[in-house]
Structures are given as structure tokens and as C-alpha cells.
């Protein structure tokens, strides 16, 4: 019976020691299965947390996108009006360069005009008609004139024409004619 008791002390020894060592290795299994879910969801939360962090920076990102893009388009549409106000000056300098360039080139037809008039048709006079209106046709050069009494006193000479005290009358001469009807006077240059 010693025997048995001591059989039976050694058995239930060493099944506690065999209930222990499964305990401990279920702490164990318990402990590294823990481990790697937590593991794996820490993978894979890594990669979801990146990806939301990601997403939030996109939306970021696109918000000031769209911000910029819509200050650029305003940005654009201010240049596209500046540069059509600008080609709108530039039109109109070159329509204001045109019109100084046919006004100045009518400007020269007459200065060469009277210069002509004056250098070889007219000696110095003094007409006594104040100030009528004087249109020249020089029927050579195909030129006519507009001008002030003092334009046609330069013009007439002693030997085209000559005035009465009222600036009336016709009278040709060797170089042209002169017609008065009141204020205005039409000269005709046939040299």
C-alpha cells in the first residue's frame, strides 16, 4: 500500500506538473496569438491609417487646387482684357498715326502749293478786301487750295487781278483769273 500511495502521490505530481506545463504554454499560446493579431491589425491598420492620411492630404490638395484654379482663371480673364484693351490703343494710335500721316501729306500738297504760287506767279501786294475765304485751283499740278485774303494777296499779284474797295469783281491777267462772289474768291492758275 506504500507503494500504491506513493504511485498515486507521483501520478497526481506529476499530472499537476503536466496541468502546469499545459497552463503555462496556454498563457504562452494565448500571449503570442494576441501578439500577432495585434501584429497584423497594426499592419493593416499602418497601411489604412497611411491611406486616410493620404486621402486627407488629397482633399487637401484639391481644395487648394480649386482655390488657385479660380484665382487663375480670374487672373487670366484680367490679362486677356488688359491685352485686348491694349491691341484696341494700339488700333487706335495706328488710326490716329494714319490720319496725322494723310493730314500731314495734305499739309506738304499745300505748303508746296502756296510756296509755288508765291515763288513764281506773285510779287508782294496788298489787297484792301478783309479776310474772305480763298480757294486756289492750280489746274497743272491738279491742286486746290483753301486760304485767308492774305493767301490770295500773295497769290494775285498787280497782274492777275484787281479789286475794287469791296474785294468785287472779275479780271483775268496774263497768269490765271479771279472770281469774287462776296466774301469768297476762286483763283485759277493756268500756267
Not at 493620404?54 to 486677356?80: C, M, P, Y
Amino acid at each position: 500500500m506504500k507503494m500504491l500511495s506513493r504511485l498515486l502521490k507521483e501520478h497526481q505530481a506529476k499530472q499537476n506538473e503536466r496541468k502546469e506545463l499545459q497552463e503555462k504554454r496556454r498563457r504562452e499560446a494565448i500571449a503570442a496569438a494576441t501578439c500577432l493579431t495585434e501584429a497584423l491589425v497594426d499592419h493593416l491598420n499602418v497601411g489604412v491609417a497611411q491611406a486616410y492620411v493620404n486621402q486627407r492630404k488629397l482633399d487637401h490638395e484639391v481644395k487648394t487646387l480649386q482655390v488657385q484654379a479660380g484665382q487663375f482663371s480670374k487672373q487670366t480673364a484680367q490679362w486677356i482684357s488688359m491685352v485686348e484693351g491694349f491691341n484696341q490703343a494700339l488700333k487706335e494710335i495706328g488710326d490716329v498715326e494714319n490720319w496725322a500721316r494723310s493730314i500731314e501729306m495734305d499739309m506738304r500738297t499745300i505748303a508746296t502749293a502756296l510756296e509755288y504760287v508765291h515763288k513764281v506767279f506773285l510779287p508782294p501786294t496788298v489787297l484792301p478786301y478783309t479776310n474772305p475765304v480763298l480757294r486756289i485751283v492750280d489746274y497743272k499740278s491738279r491742286t486746290c487750295l483753301k486760304g485767308s485774303a492774305k493767301g490770295i494777296k500773295a497769290l494775285c499779284g498787280r497782274n492777275l487781278v484787281k479789286f475794287d474797295q469791296k474785294g468785287k469783281g472779275v479780271e483775268e491777267g496774263p497768269t490765271g483769273s479771279v472770281t469774287s462772289e462776296g466774301p469768297e474768291f476762286t483763283a485759277s492758275i493756268w500756267s
